[in-house]
């Protein structure tokens, strides 16, 4: 099984502050990582795949960046509604599939 | 408008059983690999299975292998999650996600809005 490590766990950012999250495979996953958006209450939301891509309707301010084992999703300028828990995931080693354990981005 | 709606989640008792269910819409389900994903309270988000597009294969995570099964009915846009022997820790909250790809396997592109599960005497 691949683990996904996310760094760190909560990252406390102003707005209109840069955030850099942090994800790390046990091995290499090549570009086949997401990374979703979970609000409270709410189901995720697929932000980026293949490691860079932004997804349909994402805004230009969240990119990802990386491949292998190290990745970076960064948010450019924290806009309110940017305040959520982060996940990555590896869709390289399936049939199993695994998340990162999340970063909590909160308001600093 | 691409839509994914569970249903059947509940209070059960340990080693009952619960049938979750997930209606799509929106896209042409039949061609889409489909996977249910949970998360307990306060914790992080866990695939539980996968079933291809036209049901030919089925995945499971180890923690619900021989206690889950995982089925669709494209005639009826609905994928099902059959879950036997339940635990304590099967309290969750259940998802049904759509693959991205029409072959296998990429990102989870649409999530359901969620159906709680409580596994508790």
């Known amino acids: 099984e691949i683990v996904m490590t996310q760094s760190p766990a909560t990252l406390s950012v102003s707005p209109g502050e840069r955030a850099t999250l942090s994800c790390r495979a046990s091995?290499?996953?090549?570009?086949?990582l997401a990374w979703y958006q979970q609000k409270p209450g709410q189901a995720p939301r697929l932000l980026i795949y293949g490691a860079s891509t932004r997804a349909t309707g994402i805004p230009a301010r969240f990119s990802g960046s990386g491949s292998g084992t190290e990745f970076t999703l960064t948010i450019s300028s924290l806009q309110s509604e940017d305040f959520a828990v982060y996940y990555c995931q590896q869709y390289n080693n399936w049939p199993l599939w695994t998340f990162g354990q999340g970063t909590k981005v909160e308001i600093k | 408008q691409v839509q994914l709606v569970e249903s059947g989640g509940g209070v059960v008792q340990p080693g009952g059983s619960l049938r979750l269910s997930c209606a799509a819409s929106?896209?042409?389900?039949?061609?889409?690999?489909m996977h249910w994903v949970r998360q307990a309270p306060g914790k992080g988000l866990e695939w539980v299975a996968f079933?291809?597009?036209?049901?030919?294969?089925?995945y499971y995570a180890d923690s619900v292998k021989g206690r889950f099964t995982i089925s669709r009915d494209n005639s009826k846009n609905t994928l099902y999650l059959q879950m036997n022997s339940l635990r304590a820790e099967d309290t969750a909250v259940y998802y049904c996600a759509k693959d991205s790809s029409t072959s296998c396997c990429d990102a989870f592109d649409i999530w359901g809005q969620g159906t709680m599960v409580t596994v508790s005497s």
């Open positions: 079933i291809r597009y036209d049901g030919s294969n089925k």
């Open positions: 091995q290499s996953v090549s570009s086949n």
């Open positions: 929106g896209f042409t389900f039949s061609s889409y690999g």
